[in-house]
């Protein structure tokens, strides 16, 4: 494979990307190499700071794939209280984040909605509009999510987990709040009503191609997104897919396979955000920071109480479930540096794609 002219072309094919998948040696580190000076030369060095608030584990959905699947009878349910999250929102404003992101299960019941709005509405108080806010609760209706946007939601997360269609049925229950369909026409809404949009894939899933992986990235630079959050699949005992686990790549490979897609989706959409995942460090004790190297430019510290966070598993071995916040940003910080990045205090680190879209 000549690896230059692929690099160096202004079109990718779903072949070529399968080519760079499959790179090793010498043709892999000149992949990661490209990414990297790419990223520095289009987003720079800065690494933005996404406070995450685990919300709540109580889930509607019953994802193969997922530790917090309403199907789990293991894990102990919890929604925060509007202090604690406002208590971490204020921390968050304190600390000069710039952004937060709340994470929660997939619920659209009128409490939820409305509770979730209010929270949007206290955060932006508490902190003079100073927060940004990006929302990852999952598929809404139109009128929720143009509540929430008004109420001071600025960015919306929908992963698709797979664009692949077969697949993700493999991934889901065979029912109606299981739908491919629906999980695009959500993506569509978010566009329509305004959101910094934002989507992702898992790398490594049971019954997963190389191919279809190439299928993911040609699938997010269509759909024109602003930020994405990707990362390896990570098995749990208490998922109907973990019968596969013996057929999955080794641990090793997974991880390598996420940094190949971090890197390509680099080249591919050069201005975007892309999140350097907890489940990277999951896989790889660096993994966080070798993404942010190659092609990653944001981090989520954990800013969820302490007590919450070992029932918002949503694989196994997450990290950090049990360090302070404080004891993490002064790892995140040398961890940043050693990676050649430089935390970026009191910004909100908005897409670059997101303002080169709004000018047309």
Request: hydrophobic share 35%.
């Amino acid at each position: 494979m000549e690896i230059d002219s692929i690099l160096n072309k202004k079109i990718f094919s779903r072949s070529d990307l399968v080519d760079l998948l499959q790179s090793e040696g010498q043709a892999k580190e000149a992949l990661f190499n490209f990414s990297s000076k790419l990223k520095n030369e289009t987003v720079g060095n800065s690494v933005y700071l996404r406070g995450l608030i685990e919300y709540s584990n109580i889930c509607s959905k019953n994802c193969f794939y997922c530790g917090v699947r309403r199907g789990n009878k293991s894990i102990e349910r919890y929604s925060l209280s509007n202090a604690e999250v406002l208590d971490a929102a204020r921390y968050a404003f304190q600390n000069n984040f710039g952004s937060l992101v709340i994470q929660a299960g997939e619920r659209s019941d009128r409490n939820f909605v409305h509770t979730i709005s209010e929270l949007l509405k206290e955060i932006q108080k508490l902190s003079n509009g100073q927060l940004r806010v990006t929302l990852s609760l999952g598929e809404q209706t139109e009128d929720t999510f143009k509540l929430w946007r008004e109420s001071g939601a600025h960015r919306y997360l929908l992963r698709i987990e797979t664009s692949n269609r077969e697949l993700y049925a493999k991934l889901h229950p065979n029912d109606r709040i299981h739908n491919y369909d629906e999980r695009l026409k959500s993506l569509d809404l978010l566009r329509k009503t305004g959101y910094q949009l934002g989507t992702g894939v898992m790398v490594g899933l049971p019954f997963q191609t190389v191919g279809i992986l190439a299928e993911d990235l040609l699938f997010i630079k269509s759909l024109d997104v602003d930020m994405v959050g990707m990362g390896p699949y990570v098995e749990h005992e208490l998922t109907p897919l973990y019968k596969y686990k013996d057929e999955l790549l080794p641990k090793a490979d997974r991880f390598e396979l996420s940094m190949k897609m971090i890197a390509l989706l680099r080249i591919l959409m050069p201005d975007i955000n892309m999140v350097a995942t907890t489940a990277m460090q999951t896989l790889h004790p660096q993994g966080r920071e070798i993404a942010l190297r190659i092609g990653a430019n944001v981090v989520m510290p954990n800013l969820t109480p302490l007590k919450y966070r070992e029932d918002y598993q949503l694989y196994a071995d997450k990290p950090n479930i049990h360090e302070d916040t404080e004891e993490s940003l002064q790892e995140l910080e040398l961890k940043c540096a050693e990676a050649g990045c430089v935390i970026a205090y009191n910004q909100w680190g908005d897409s670059k794609h997101y303002s080169s879209r709004q000018k047309y």
